[in-house]
């Protein structure tokens, strides 16, 4: 029996990987997860992630005692994405009795982007896009200490209406509202397209760029009944408009400028997820993140992500380094990164 | 006037890079800098480091108007390094007006570390230890937003004895106390050779694993005239044996263990280093690292680190992936990870 996946059908035809041969595999970047005219970073992360997942069942069925999901995904976004087909190609670079790494890229006909994709454009001349190593290893084979670190976020999150103080998330997804939280509306609708698959929530107060939280539930295509799964989550660790509608504040006041400054674009530059710890095959309905910004300085910012289940375990960690760059470089013709 | 670096002449030799032709170079990795018998994941980092910076000087000296320097390094730890020859190989993945970005690779004769390596070894087959993707940028293109972001160190450091609770570094670094600070001799010098190769101190009441903090002075082969520079800030990214004792301490708990207990080895699979500021070009006297642990589950550990200087500014933010294990898996013939 096939179990479909908690993260429903769009995402899950969003982000399908299908063998061309042993290392080969294509994917198709869609229209619908960009940020303006680029497929947003942690929606090619995800098919990145699905790659390692398909290559190991594909190519490695026995490795291991059962999948062999990431633990550890370095990538390195080398030039703009687009809509259209893309090519993957795997290296086994290691392959372990507790650990094993791939080299991964994603390359994407030379023009495409700028002018009509189409499914014979991988046969074209590649130019690589995405790269970088994912290191997968088998739940079986995690073994060794486990302890507790006593590490919270902090500042601590703004206040649910429970009496510890957390979220009571039915009744936030309910009314809309909990304790200091409230649903959001995302600025740019049209420009960050990507992020609009998501249900977000986040303190009425408005918080500092060194600490901006926010409670999700996974809405692909607007599907209502989605939950989030390892995939989506590697989709969730690039998606952060609040934080991003912080820094298009700070650099809407250095330019001067009123709602147009606020037109930014945030490539991501390299991206690194640690997983601590794998959803269930049911997936989750709500993930917490906290995101952190330590310094921002000539046009380059740093992003942490921390996310946490509802029951409080954190459930990945991920960093970027990101650009602070015009709208217009999202749309024009010359990547220039 | 070739200026001498900062970090001393020991050091300088330790990481010394030597072309071989326009894409391969050659580096010796030292025994002085390593754990147990294995090289320090972060001294082999800064070799990378200053692979970038000698590729760019050697192969590309007029792609921009001053030295490209990295602003993330994400590296991979595929196999144990041993003490001996290496062979760095470079691939120009992407020139860029803005970054470009490198791959490289550490590789090492296969027999390495089970005989005596000479320097002839490097003819021998070679394999993989390290991978990963180096980014850099000269400073005069990194132009756009500069913007305060409120992050601080929470919980806050120790106190030190100024006004404002900051430590008096020159009274810290004489008498070896400072506030709530003070000088600390390091637990297994022997085993953790390569962590003896600074001056640290770290608060006398113990803190928890979510926020270790030190503040350090670089002691080189016990050079007191050294001082940090930014590759020597790359060893220091993976050099917090504070933190390492406090896993140290729960593993010896969970195994019912005594003082054998503590005897582990912290190998990283993979290291990731976002560079926020140039340290100026006679280094630093002083770093402070605050280190956090978010979770340790299965053997397996996140750390973070960040990095400031004496005047409060971030330097870098690094984070890895480690693993838990006993001791003897350094020293073992058979390196399983």
């Known amino acids: 029996m096939v179990v479909a996946p908690p993260h429903g059908t769009a995402f899950e035809a969003a982000i399908q990987v299908n063998p061309i041969n042993s290392h080969q595999y294509s994917a198709y970047l ?37 999948p062999a999901t990431p633990i550890a995904m370095q990538l ?9 087909p893309a090519l993957l190609n795997v290296q086994d670079v290691k392959i372990g009795s507790r650990t094993s790494t791939l080299h991964v890229t994603l390359t994407q006909p030379k023009q495409s982007g700028r002018g009509v994709g189409s499914e014979g454009a991988v046969q074209e001349e590649q130019e690589l896009k995405i790269a970088g190593y994912i290191t997968v290893s088998p739940a079986h084979a995690e073994v060794g200490l486990t302890a507790p670190t006593g590490w919270a976020p902090l500042p601590m999150p703004a206040r649910g209406s429970r009496p510890d103080g957390g979220v009571d998330l039915v009744a936030l997804g309910g009314s809309g509202r909990d304790g200091e939280w409230e649903r959001i509306q995302l600025p740019f609708p049209e420009f960050r397209r990507a992020t609009q698959h998501v249900d977000l929530y986040s303190p009425r107060q408005p918080t500092t ?55 930014h674009w945030y490539p991501t530059v390299a991206l690194n997820i640690d997983f601590k710890k794998r959803l269930p095959a049911t997936g989750e309905a709500w993930l917490y993140s906290r995101v952190q910004t330590v310094s921002v300085r000539g046009g380059r910012t740093d992003l942490g992500v921390t996310v946490m289940d509802a029951a409080g375990q954190v459930v990945a960690v991920a960093t970027q380094v990101g650009l602070v760059v015009s709208a217009s470089r999202n749309l024009g013709r010359r990547p220039k990164l």
Chains 1, 2 share one sequence.
């Open 30 to 66: 869609r229209q619908d997860w960009c940020i303006g005219a680029v497929p947003h970073g942690g929606y090619t992360s995800a098919i990145l992630y699905r790659l390692a997942l398909t290559h190991f069942a594909h190519t490695h069925p026995l490795q291991y005692r059962g």
């Open 76 to 84: 390195t976004f080398l030039r703009r994405t687009a809509v259209g």
């Open 209 to 263: 760029m060194a600490a901006v939280d926010q409670w999700a539930r996974f809405r692909p295509e607007g599907d209502q009944t989605a939950r989030w799964s390892n995939e989506a989550l590697v989709y969730l660790t690039d998606t952060f408009p609040l934080a991003l509608s912080g820094l298009d504040q700070r650099a809407a006041t250095a330019e001067g400028g009123g709602e147009a400054g606020g037109r």
